[in-house]
């Protein structure tokens, strides 16, 4: 059973940067690509970042594009999830999700395996 485990976020002031982290516990063939979206009480789960393990497929949500950066390191089955200018409306849940190949990089239901879950609160 893949499983996927999360670190870092936490509290940090509005300008400021966070990193989160992804651990695969296995790469399997089914595992192509790894995704973040955020989620908070209000609203459904919001698209993030995508990338693929090759580290090309890059595509961010139009809210943290030139903000954040997603990256992988395949010696270390990690992918991250840099947050730079940190913005109050960035506070929410964070999830890592892996998926298998496909065009869709956006709908949380093509992931397979999901992370679970770090809190990032940014206080102004």
């Known amino acids: 059973q893949v499983q996927l485990l999360q670190s870092g976020g936490g509290l940090v002031q509005v300008g400021e940067s966070l990193r989160l982290s992804c651990v695969v516990s296995?790469?399997?063939?089914?595992?192509?690509?790894m995704g973040w979206f955020r989620q908070t009480t209000k609203n459904m789960r919001e698209f993030v970042a995508h990338?693929?393990?090759?580290?090309?497929?890059?595509n961010y949500g139009d809210s943290v594009k030139g903000r954040f950066t997603v990256s992988v390191d395949n010696a270390k089955n990690t992918v991250y999830l840099q947050m730079n200018t940190l913005k109050s409306e960035d506070t929410a849940v964070y999830y890592c999700?892996?998926?298998?190949?496909?065009?869709?990089?956006?709908?949380?239901?093509?992931?397979?395996?999901w992370g679970q879950g770090t809190q990032v609160t940014v206080s102004s």
């Open positions: 999700a892996a998926k298998g190949w496909g065009p869709d990089q956006i709908s949380p239901a093509v992931y397979d395996y």
């Open positions: 296995e790469r399997t063939s089914r595992i192509y690509a």
């Open positions: 990338i693929a393990w090759s580290g090309d497929l890059t």
